[in-house]
């Protein structure tokens, strides 16, 4: 097993040519993500879809996977930022002969006829606009696609005007366009990279453009260029100008929000779990998923967040693809689904990749679609009872349809609680009485009960509910409290620690300063604590999840170490491991799934949970000090 990356590793530098995890940026459209990395190399791109067979896939092989470089004569990598609250990127080269200024933008506009959930809706293209800011500057696009994840070769040819080229395996075409009346036409073997080469001089502008949707939309021309950039510009801020939170750490939580709606699909308000495959949570470990698919752990801090910043028509859209998919299955919820809300999916190994920083497998496709996993039970409860909660006298309640498909969950729980399940880590390596399973079971009964209530609903069945909840309850504290210990552990009769316990108290299970939940905090730091800010989810060795090898920290956990220490009391502490944390993120404010303690970014990026839950840290420390929101959250939890 190899070594833990190095620190000068994080941000700027490469490791052997890879760009490091925390030093791309994202660009999304809700239907594609691409990254691009710090040498202006588009890296990642799967169309026509963000689970489509990849076109660019550097990222996971550097000689064979692909990539759109952008190759500017004498210049070292660019300066890279966000525009303002858009997902769009500003790159600045200093070349020798002059200044060149680029933006990279994945297109969308801002209908008016649609509701505010479809706001962003995409134009099928990826545009890349530089001009020359002063004296003369020659650039080369080299765009070697590689279909189907490598697997296939382009088939480029004439698509009409100005020299426009169609890719027929993936459904692409290429197109440039410059002020000058003169762009250069995109050249290259019908088979292989096209290139696209010109100077320009001060002043002067080229556009490069690639569709996703099989044809151009009529000619290409700079105005239509600039016109998609005015439009992607407003459509982001629009949607972030609706983003009322303006209290701690506002500026991180707003780039985050921005992340969550770009990896919020356009078709049916499913959000990704992260827009890749196979980053690795170590590198050289065999610890390597994909995450492009809408899991329902996510779902109760997905329609809490939401609705906390205002964004409410994304939140009732999100949450009404689970009761659908509840709706359709009577009630047994499979752990995650796919953009389509569809629970069916085959995980394969493409060999044909060496991963990134030679990690391998690289997998395409979650065989966890087969699990069982008690606590999405619980999260799509909560989640429910949240958004009806927030929705009450705004003619945006749950019908009496989804309300029945709420239920149903709740009835399956009480049918399957006492079972054994591979737990919220997924587990491969069988099925245990996992205590966080055991809580997030009280929680789907303590909600339900609390929905029906919400809504008037005298159901035959609560009583029964009331004694599950009770029971369960009485179980945990029972056997998921381990005396010897002095906390919560993993399992029923294991000694062993898991940070997923972090949410008792965020949960409502037990009071923040109950002494068993400080002390659980307490023996979560000592045990899986490393830097004093960073959480792992548990010690790997010791639960023997099937898989092998050491992981990074965990973010998820680290930020859930924030709120829970803001619920004990202990606001200073949370407020420091909270800057810790942020201080670390990566240069485009961003993060992926793990962490190594020399702020190396691990595992598949951006990622959903991360974001959702240091939003969830930076608001309940702004409700630190505020007496009436803490008022809120406790009526919310009791």
């Known amino acids: 097993m190899s070594a833990p990356p190095r620190r000068e590793e994080a941000d700027g530098g490469t490791a052997g040519g890879w760009p490091p995890i925390g030093s791309l940026a994202f660009l999304s459209d809700c239907h594609v993500a691409a990254l691009i990395g710090p040498d202006a190399a588009v890296e990642w791109l799967c169309a026509p879809r963000f689970d489509g067979p990849s076109v660019f896939a550097r990222l996971l092989d550097r000689r064979t996977g692909g990539a759109w470089e952008l190759l500017v004569d004498g210049a070292p990598p660019p300066e890279q930022r966000y525009r303002d609250s858009t997902l769009l990127v500003e790159s600045r080269w200093s070349a020798p002969g002059g200044t060149l200024l680029g933006e990279d933008f994945l297109a969308v506009h801002d209908p008016p006829a649609m509701d505010e959930a479809d706001g962003v809706a995409s134009r099928g293209v990826l545009v890349r606009l530089l ?6 500057v020659t650039v080369r696009h080299r765009v070697d696609v590689r279909p189907d994840y490598a697997r296939a070769r382009p088939r480029w040819s004439p698509a009409g005007e100005r020299g426009a080229l169609r890719e027929a395996t993936a459904g692409l075409w290429l197109g440039a366009v410059d002020d000058r009346g003169g762009a250069p036409a995109p050249e290259g073997p019908e088979d292989g990279p096209v290139t696209v080469e010109t100077t320009l001089a001060e002043g002067e502008s080229l556009a490069v453009v690639l569709g996703y949707d ?89 329609v809490l967040v939401l609705m906390r910043l205002g964004h409410r028509a994304e939140a009732s859209r999100y949450l009404r693809v689970l009761l659908a998919h509840s709706a359709r299955e009577a009630g047994a919820l499979h752990p995650m689904l796919d953009l389509d809300g569809r629970a069916e999916g085959e ?45 009450l006298g705004t003619g945006e309640e749950l019908t009496a349809e989804e309300l029945s498909a709420a239920y149903a969950v709740v009835d399956e729980a009480a049918r399957r609680w006492r079972e054994p399940d591979e737990g919220i880590w997924e587990v491969r390596r069988g099925r245990r009485h996992w205590t966080i399973s055991k809580v997030y079971a009280w929680v789907c009964f303590d909600r339900g009960l609390r929905l029906a209530e919400l809504t008037g609903d005298d159901r035959p069945d609560l009583d029964h509910w009331r004694r599950q909840r009770d029971e369960v309850r009485e179980e945990v504290l029972a056997r998921g409290w ?97 800057e810790e944390l942020c201080a670390r993120a990566g240069r485009f404010g961003l993060f992926s799934e793990e962490m190594t303690a020399e702020g190396v970014m691990l595992g598949n990026y951006p990622q959903a949970f991360t974001h959702l839950a240091q939003i969830d840290a930076a608001m309940n420390l702004d409700a630190a000090g505020d007496e009436e929101s803490l008022r809120a959250w406790a009526e919310r939890t009791a």
């Open 131 to 136: 001009r020359c800011a002063e004296g003369r």
């Open 214 to 302: 099989g044809a151009p939309h009529g000619p290409l021309s700079m105005d239509l260029v600039h016109r998609m950039r005015e439009e992607t510009l407003r459509a982001w801020r629009a949607w972030d100008a609706r983003n009322r939170y303006d209290g701690f750490g506002a500026a991180q939580v707003r780039r985050s929000a921005l992340v969550l709606r770009g990896l919020m699909t356009a078709e049916t308000g499913a959000l990704l779990a992260a827009a890749t495959t196979s980053l690795p949570e170590w590198i050289g470990g065999e610890r390597n998923w994909d995450y492009r698919f809408l899991w329902h752990r996510d779902a109760a801090l997905v």
């Open 347 to 391: 995980e394969t190994v493409l060999d044909h990749l060496g991963g990134y920083r030679d990690s391998r497998p690289v997998r395409v496709g979650n065989s966890a679609f087969a699990q069982h996993q008690l606590d999405v039970y619980g999260q799509v409860l909560d989640a429910a009872f949240v958004h009806q909660q927030a929705a």
């Open 482 to 578: 381990n005396a010897s210990v002095g906390a919560f552990t993993q399992s029923y009769g294991s000694p062993d620690l898991d940070a997923s316990l972090l949410s008792l108290p965020l949960l409502g299970f037990l009071d923040g300063t109950d002494p068993r939940v400080v002390s659980t905090l307490d023996r979560v730091e000592r045990e899986l604590g490393e830097g004093g800010w960073l959480v792992h989810r548990y010690d790997p060795a010791a639960t023997d999840d099937g898989v092998g090898g050491p992981e990074g920290g965990f973010l998820l956990c680290s930020f859930a170490m924030v709120s829970a220490l803001v619920l004990a009391g202990r606001a200073d502490e949370a407020r420091r491991r909270y």
